[in-house]
T-cell receptor, first 113, second 116 residues
Framework: QQQVKQSPQSLIVQKGGISIINCAYE??????FPWYQQFPGKGPALLIA?????SEKKEGRFTISFNKSAKQFSLHIMDSQPGDSATYFC????????????FGQGTTLQVKP | NAGVMQNPRHLVRRRGQEARLRCSPM?????VYWYRQLPEEGLKFMVY????????ESGMPKERFSAEFPKEGPSILRIQQVVRGDSAAYFC??????????????FGEGSRLTVL
């Protein structure tokens, strides 16, 4: 119940295309769903986040779509650029009394020029 | 640099030795989290600490691993008698507040442990 499942494991997209990464969860008590971006040799950094009371959040080229009934959420990267090539992790806040995040397995995105 | 500082960035140990990884949270942050990242895997929660207290250690292996966050100084993740399976990147994150989904976690650049 504490798992977050992420797919695909890897993704190759042409420059200008749309990158889509999906995540699913089981625990309906999760109340915060961030996406983190990690470049090689660096630590993860918050990209965008959503709470379950909204169905979509957009920040620039990055959009989270959230389906509460299906317990799924996804990251869409519009007009993907080579600089977006990184590993992306979805996560969920998993406890009511700590800030602990449960992370998905990660998706390695490669955007080809 | 006001970010989360981790050291060493790279650490090589032989089997049976001890590894100590240090983490200084961002200024003003009193909540520290340690995560482990194995090759080709996601980030696995290990432990959550506040100053002088371990709040949640549900992800810590039962043996050889310990963590502390003293009143003064950095948080330390200690691995005794390391084995090859401990080779991984260990990330520290901090946040200013806790509670129900209220805070972003700010990550350091990680400490990469290699056990020979």
């Amino acid at each position: 119940q504490q798992q977050v499942k992420q797919s695909p494991q890897s993704l190759i997209v042409q420059k200008g295309g749309i990158s889509i990464i999906n995540c699913a969860y089981e625990n309906t008590a999760f109340d915060y769903f961030p996406w983190y971006q990690q470049f090689p040799g660096k630590g993860p950094a918050l990209l965008i986040a959503i709470r379950p009371d909204v169905s979509e959040k957009k920040e620039g080229r990055f959009t989270i779509s959230f389906n509460k009934s299906a317990k799924q959420f996804s990251l869409h990267i519009m007009d993907s650029q080579p600089g977006d090539s990184a590993t992306y992790f979805c996560a969920a806040h998993g406890s009511s009394n700590t800030g602990k995040l449960i992370f998905g397995q990660g998706t390695t995105l490669q955007v080809k020029p | 640099n006001a970010g989360v500082m981790q050291n060493p960035r790279h650490l090589v140990r032989r089997r049976g030795q001890e590894a100590r990884l240090r983490c200084s949270p961002m200024k003003g942050h009193s909540h520290v989290y340690w995560y482990r990242q194995l090759p080709e895997e996601g980030l696995k929660f290990m432990v959550y600490l506040q100053k002088e207290n371990i709040i949640d250690e549900s992800g810590m292996p039962k043996e050889r691993f310990s963590a502390e966050f003293p009143k003064e100084g950095p948080s330390i993740l200690r691995i005794q008698q390391v084995v090859r399976g401990d080779s991984a990147a260990y990330f520290c994150a901090s946040s200013p507040i806790s509670g129900r989904g209220t805070g972003e976690l700010f990550f350091g650049e990680g400490s990469r442990l290699t056990v020979l």
